[in-house]
Nanobody
Framework: QEQLVESGGGLVQPGGSLRLSCAAS????????MGWYRQAPGKQRELVAR???????NYADSVKGRFIISRDNAKNTVYLQMNNVKPEDTAVYYC?????????WGWGQGTQVTVSP
């Protein structure tokens, strides 16, 4: 059973930056596409960034040009660099393995990101 541990969230001012990390257990991380999701209060969880096993990346329009997803297979870790953050980026952020846009592992605890002056 794969396990995911997200970290790096916190309070950041609009226009600031934050780097999220997600450590995965197990042995199949390197051959698995990974994604970062977020869930704001009262809203559905949405996929905001995806990285294939070959490091091809895709982004939701809402974060394109501001967020960067990357991975380190040697560390079984996927990252989300958040730049020029906006109040609407406030949410709990989760990572997961993805097939197309569908999460396929159990969810971790997530990490809270709050963007506020």
């Amino acid at each position: 059973q794969e396990q995911l541990v997200e970290s790096g969230g916190g309070l950041v001012q609009p226009g600031g930056s934050l780097r999220l990390s997600c450590a995965a257990s197990g042995t199949i991380f390197s051959i698995t596409a990974m994604g970062w999701y977020r869930q704001a209060p009262g809203k559905q969880r949405e996929l905001v960034a995806r990285i294939s096993s070959g490091s091809i990346t895709n982004y939701a329009d809402s974060v394109k040009g501001r967020f960067i997803i990357s991975r380190d297979n040697a560390k079984n870790t996927v990252y989300l660099q958040m730049n020029n953050v906006k109040p609407e980026d406030t949410a709990v952020y989760y990572c997961n393995a993805v097939v197309r846009t569908i999460a396929i592992w159990g969810w971790g605890q997530g990490t809270q990101v709050t963007v506020s002056p």
